[in-house]
């Protein structure tokens, strides 16, 4: 089998080979002999290309078949074309604003902007003293608000560069909202530049009903696969607590 | 009374990819891959078992821009050039190993599925396929369903209900005039639920969905049947559940039935075994190295030293693999039925492309499979719908946020190489609502234009192009479509807020970007 990113690598010039040298993290130095480039630079694409099959046979997923839909191979995919000249489109929208999306029962993203004309302000306000995010934890899916007048939440100090965030939840089956806040000087002073959308974690527990559940029911459960679940907790005296222990989310399974 | 049915439930769908500017274009290959080795094929499959009388029962999603390109005249003709292209790359290589004992018949092999081809789409179905599955779908034989308008990851967008609006009611007036019939069912892209979906899809009659095991175990309250019914959810809506068992034998990466040795490898293809010069010109003008769709060897194991294919011996072995499978859902069943107050259901959504793209055997596997279930008393194949009406009386639930993806949520479409993009289209989403409430009364030119920024709209929210970008396949390609459609987008925005329109760009984007005729963009009005 021919082998494919070496002989488009051959189709280039020493110097494009260096600038993709430069792309792919490699410190070549100066002078060296063309195809050597070419070896170094085709060990790194097929090191990569490894570690990408290897998470993906260990995921298991079943978007292997979507990706095999797309089955031809475009000479961007090892990095040989250079990234475009100036960006299709613009990078932000000069607007204060925040906005949340729940990923996961552990994560979720964050992005936000504060416009033009608010940062002039922030800057010029010598009581302004740098960006946090406040997590705001509003309540669990179960009990639908939190104890009145009191909110959980935490705060990530983040940088003014910094437009998006991946926030680590504390648990999963949570509703929250993020807010924009800038920190003022004085023990714990700050403004609320903006607030998010209300987003909810999924929940990696069972909702069994109240009325109870029946054996039978958690023999059904565990026919249809609980066990390859990653469950948050199961209740005491749960019969599908024996089977689950010490099993942890397999790596080749559908779910 | 059967002792359980399996409900076999299938995903046709392919990225918008549509380029008339091009005389050709690599991307649209990907459509034309699917016409030959999973559409046509599904086709044939169906014609041979009505032939010998074999009962059959299946739902199927056709998604609607696959819907839009099927019925394209201009990929019509392309499809036909990509045929006479394979044909002649055929007629090259029975020429080159013709006499070879084992690949000999394989050149010939393909040469007479390319034929086939050409004669089924050409003549057979007069250039319609979308006609020959309504064929089937009006007599009962295949249940079609419908799916998002752009195949968007609903999840990800929960927060734009406009937006989850645009894509049901999008894929709703495409299926209607494509088949003439409402659609049932929805298949939801990626098998992505939240809690909420519920209630827009039944807002327009969709009465049922698939959802993940995950999902549904999660779901509130947990469901007392597990896998083996439908939930129904307070918004009046089916959720019918995944079969893990069911999905693992197929879709495992290191033991489902593709992986096979006898199998054909998808991998190796004269495209990366050849010399350049022999494959130019048999390319349909491509420089690259491309998937030629001519694959000689068998997957063997994880080595380059492959075997020659053997067709034979693979078409046997997909007949007794289709045995194992029924073999293990009657035994599934048979476990499940003694703790059930009705027949269990095994519910098996997988890609449609799966069978016959990837896994060239794998129309075989549903042949066999077809037959078999028909031939023996036990499981019975039963389509979605048909289920339906036969329990309608099912647990209330509400599934949990998940989807068939890495880790069952959102991590495939929201991930470091891909999370950029949510900025832009939720910014298009509410650009395109901001103006849906300007300009709720357009005619003429200015819904023109407005019906264009709604598609474009409904183009970034694609969840292929975020799967692009992460796999690594194409990923400037995916970007790219991205890019294109906030582009257009933004240039409309600013057009209808300058009040100047180019009528000539919009013309010719219109041309370019011309799926879903009939939207209407005041979809992206708020709900009062």
Known sequence: ?255 | MENGYLALVLNAHMPFVRRPEYPRFLEERWLFEAISETYLPLLRMFRSLEADGVSFHLSLSISPTLASMLSDKILGDKYIAYLDAQLALAAAEEERIGGDPAFGPLARMYKNLYRADKDDFVELYGRDILAAFDYYYKKGRVELLTSAATHAFLPLFRDSPESIVAQVETAIVTHRNAFGKHPAGFWLPQLGWYPGVAEVLRAYNVQYTVVTTKGAIFGDPTPERGSFAPVECPAGLLAFVRDAEAANAVLSESSGYPSDPVYRDFYRDIGFDLPANYLQGHLEGSEERIFTGFKYWAVTGRTNNKVPYNPLSAQAKAAQHAAQFLADRSKEAENAAKLMDRPPLMVCPFDAELFGHWWFEGPAFLEALFRLTASSSGLGMITLGDYARCYPQNQISTPEFSSWGDGGFAEVWLDGSNDWIYRHISKAIERMSELAERFPDESGLRERILNQAAREVLISMCSDWALLMRSGKSSAFGRKQIEEAISNFSRIYDMLCSNTVSTEWLTKLEKRDNLFPDINYRMYRKKR
């Not at chain 1, 002039?120 to 960006?131: N, Q, S, V, W």
Request: include cysteine; glycine fraction near 8%; charge should be negative.
């Open chain 1, 1 to 255: 089998m021919i082998d494919v990113k070496t002989e488009k690598l051959e189709a280039l010039s020493l110097e494009e080979l260096y600038a993709l040298a430069d792309r792919t993290g490699l410190d070549l130095p100066p002078g060296l002999e063309r195809p050597f480039v070419i070896e170094e630079i085709a060990e790194v694409l097929e090191e990569e290309e490894e570690e990408s099959e290897e998470r993906h046979v260990s995921q298991g997923e079943a978007l292997h078949v979507d990706e095999k839909k797309y089955s031809d191979l475009r000479i961007d995919d090892i990095g040989i074309d250079p990234p475009p000249a100036e960006e299709a489109i613009v990078s932000r929208y000069n607007e204060t604003m925040i906005r949340a999306i729940a990923r996961d029962p552990s994560w979720a993203f964050a992005y936000w902007d504060v416009s033009d004309a608010d940062l002039a302000t922030m800057r010029g306000d010598e009581t302004t003293a740098g960006l946090f995010l406040r997590v705001v934890e509003i309540g669990q899916k179960e009990k639908k608000a939190a104890s009145e007048g009191h909110q959980e939440y935490f705060d990530i100090p983040v940088n003014d560069g910094d437009l998006q965030w991946y926030i680590n939840l504390p648990r999963s089956g949570v509703r929250f909202r993020i807010e924009l806040c800038a920190r003022k000087l004085g023990l714990g002073k700050f403004h609320v530049l903006a607030r998010s959308n209300e987003v909810e974690s999924p929940r990696q527990s069972l909702a069994l009903p109240k009325g109870g559940f029946k054996n039978v029911s958690y023999v059904l459960l565990s026919l249809s696969g609980i066990e390859d679940l990653p469950l948050d907790d199961l209740p005491d005296g749960n019969p599908l607590r024996l089977s689950h222990a010490g099993l942890g989310e397999p790596a080749d399974r559908a779910y």
